[in-house]
């Protein structure tokens, strides 16, 4: 396993099933002191055993594989009861509300959404939902706002009841031409979203009906022909009722209402977005030939091709509506870190958020009760290691040679970083009863460590800091084959004899886009209630002021970390966003650019957010006295005892989904190396966008290629609407 991410820790963790009964021997190479690639976090043993993480880490409630590893790992650790993070239950806490921005002008609105919780347990197997399904929750969420808004009433039980009522008016309406005849002008839209319900349900009950029938016989490939078209009839007739209620609702409730009514505004742009994607997906043969057949476009731009308005599409990405602005603020999806330039590809935008907002298991968001490192990757590598996982820490892998005739990998070259006394690195601290990962290399058990420890040397932004002659591992002797799960931005300067044999691989690594990101952490002296935060402490905020759009209260990793009472320590803050390119910028500079960005946004910004921070109601900085130091330094010097981070390396930096570019992703095992697995969120997976979900579907892809069986991976069918 080259690499220490989540996708090498899902891939041996898959090899080292104990079903496998010892067949593979595993051995992982890491640079630096810690394990979990993006997902790594750290303790700052000086300052509280504070949790330093890369940016603001939540899983959603679809990530079915990672929760499905999670949940494993802890069972095998068998740890006791009164252990701190004990189960999967202890380790993550539902999170059901969503705080979105919208910017009009000089007024910034924000609406609280909350989620209903469902009954599905994390970690189980689940059926995705399909097309019918998502367009009945669809139907009923707009009419449920219709009502609460005041542009219309739900029909009465008595009209819902009717026989045959939906169905002999939706016959009357196929014709395409009939579409609105019949139907009042006053309430048409309402009417005509009655009308997609009942065409979504009885399809939905149809497609249920067929699903029981089947269950238990044998998969048979698609029926082509009669049948198939009647069901795309179906869909047809639905996508037309959706975009008639679209217009029939610009026209006739929202234009004249829109710039003055933020409410109307909202429910418009979110259901504009939603009927333009499932029209959208249905005139494109998505529903037929799966996401792949959209993702040559910009989210944004296809949507645009299917008749979305302006006022959701945004004059310019920042004055997107909030469910857009959420989805590319999500994904980072910025070039370059250039806000102008958005770009995500449909296929895998739409994919992702239906499987979000629609296949989630208990709550449609989760926070995890201590750090990233702590909670998933520590129990994973101690689980590992229990069963014969080797770790090579301060290994960095510094090139990938073939064989003479390009089919297999001969040689791997990688630098030992640093020499261990002791033979073997421990890698773990122990913080409040539980192991966790620290923010440095534990000095003391390298070799001329408080040396090195004087200098900042830094392994994990340097391959061969120390300047030591490589290594080399051969085929046949130290591996048999090789697991690829490095970062696809740290992968050119070590793959280029792949890239130079085989044209897919050169392809691949040429199409992949990243994007360097930021973040910083806030140590608070008050409650950010106490502070005028008003949508409670167990929410996410988003769609902010750009770059920095995206915050979330972490107070309650307080009971994780180690403060002393004089901290006066009440309160935690994440905040995280893209951060644009500068080519001749080094580390320092990045990271001096960062504490500057975070210096501004409280000078300029957090008072909306937290209006009791403020030096001034009328508007201003954020009163500096608020942030914890320990040295009680005066104004925004405090903000040196905070955090912050810029992920500028190849290794750090986020993976984008693009338009037009992924089609050249390669599957887990198609790098066209004959021992050469790859594993990452850069391959083709079926999440095809940067998450942990994405990472360990990718990892257990990897295994499966090379366990040799063909069991499917849930998830990963790109046609699985």
């Not at 090899?15 to 496998?20: F, N, W």
């Not at 409040?432 to 001329?448: M, R, T, Y």
């Not at 403060?563 to 001096?592: K, M, N, Q, S, T």
């Amino acid at each position: 396993m080259l690499g220490g991410g989540p996708a090498a820790l899902a891939a041996a963790f898959e090899l080292t099933s104990p079903e496998l009964a010892d067949r593979f021997e595993v051995t992982v190479y890491q640079p630096g002191w810690r394990l979990g690639g993006k997902c790594a976090s750290g303790r700052n043993l000086s300052e509280g055993g504070r949790i330093e993480e890369h940016g603001l880490h939540v899983w959603f409630g679809f990530y079915d594989n990672a929760f499905r590893m999670t949940r494993a790992a802890y069972e095998e650790l068998d740890r006791p009861s009164d252990h701190p993070l004990a189960t999967l239950a202890q380790a993550f806490h539902g999170c059901d509300d969503l705080v979105l921005c919208d910017r009009q002008g000089s007024e910034l609105y924000d609406f609280h959404m909350t989620f209903t919780r469902n009954e599905l347990a994390l970690g189980d197997e689940h059926e995705l939902p399909g097309f019918w399904d998502i367009a009945v929750r669809v139907c009923n969420w707009a009419l449920r706002r219709w009502s609460v808004l005041g542009l219309g009433a739900e029909p009465n039980a008595r009209s819902r009841g009717r026989r045959g009522g939906a169905r002999a008016r939706m016959r009357g309406l196929t014709n395409g031409l009939g579409l609105g005849l019949g139907i009042d002008s006053e309430r048409g839209g309402e009417q005509l979203l009655q009308l997609a319900r009942g065409l979504a349900r009885a399809r939905q009950a149809a497609a249920s009906l067929l699903a029981a029938r089947t269950r238990g016989r044998a998969a048979r490939p698609r029926q082509r022909g009669r049948r198939g078209r009647g069901w795309d009839a179906g869909a047809r007739v639905l996508a037309l009722l959706l975009i008639r209620v679209r217009d029939w609702m610009w026209e006739h409730v929202v234009r004249e209402r829109c710039a003055q009514d933020p409410r109307l505004r909202l429910f418009f742009t979110t259901f504009d977005t939603f009927a333009s994607a499932l029209a959208g997906i249905v005139r494109d043969g998505v529903l037929e030939h799966g996401w792949e057949v959209i993702n040559d476009r910009d989210l944004c731009e296809w949507l645009g091709a299917q008749g979305a308005k302006e006022v959701t599409l945004g004059a310019t990405p920042a004055e997107r509506a909030p469910l857009l602005r959420a989805i590319y603020d999500l994904a980072f999806a910025y070039p370059g870190g250039d806000i102008a330039a958005a770009n995500a590809a449909a296929g895998t935008a739409i994919s992702n958020l239906l499987r979000l907002l629609f296949a989630y298991s208990g709550s449609v968001l989760y926070k995890m009760h201590a750090g990233m490192g702590d909670t998933v990757i520590a129990p994973l590598y101690e689980v590992l290691r229990r069963r014969g996982v080797r770790f090579e820490f301060f290994s960095a892998v510094t090139d990938l040679h073939l064989s003479p005739d390009g089919r297999h990998i001969a040689a791997i070259e990688l630098v030992r970083q640093v020499d261990l006394p002791a033979g073997d690195y421990d890698p773990l601290v122990r913080v409040g009863g539980l192991d966790c990962w620290p923010h440095e290399p534990l000095w003391e058990q390298l070799s001329e460590g408080e040396r090195l420890k004087q200098g900042a040397v830094n392994f994990e932004l340097e391959a061969n800091p120390l300047g030591r002659r490589p290594q080399t591992l051969s085929c046949g002797e130290d591996f048999d084959s090789v697991v690829l799960a490095i970062p696809v931005g740290a992968l050119a300067g070590i793959t280029s004899e792949i890239a130079a044999r085989h044209e897919r691989f050169a392809r691949m690594l040429r199409s992949a886009e990243t994007v360097s990101t930021q973040a910083f952490q806030l140590w608070l002296r008050s409650s950010t209630s106490d502070l005028g935060w008003a949508h409670g402490d167990n929410s996410v905020s988003g769609t902010h002021v750009e770059p920095l759009d995206t915050w979330c209260d972490m107070s309650y990793l307080l009971a994780s970390e180690a403060w002393r009472e004089e901290d006066g320590v009440r309160a935690i803050a994440y905040f995280c966003g893209a951060l644009d390119d500068r080519p001749d910028e080094d580390r320092a500079r990045a990271r001096a650019r960062v504490k500057d960005n975070a210096e501004a946004f409280l000078e300029d910004h957090v008072g909306a957010l937290w209006p009791g921070a403020i030096v001034d109601a009328r508007g201003g900085p954020l009163d500096w006295a608020l942030l914890s130091d320990r040295q009680e330094r005066e104004g925004s010097g405090r903000l040196a005892a905070q955090y912050w981070c810029a992920n500028t390396t190849g290794s750090e930096r986020y993976v984008l989904s693009t338009a037009g570019s992924m089609a050249s992703r390669l599957a887990a095992d198609e790098s066209g190396v004959e021992n050469l697995t790859l594993a990452g969120d850069w391959t083709r997976n079926g999440i095809d966008g940067g998450c942990v979900e994405a990472a360990v579907t990718s990892g257990m892809q990897a295994a499966r290629a090379l366990i040799g069986y063909d069991r499917p991976i849930i998830g990963e069918n790109p046609s699985w609407l």
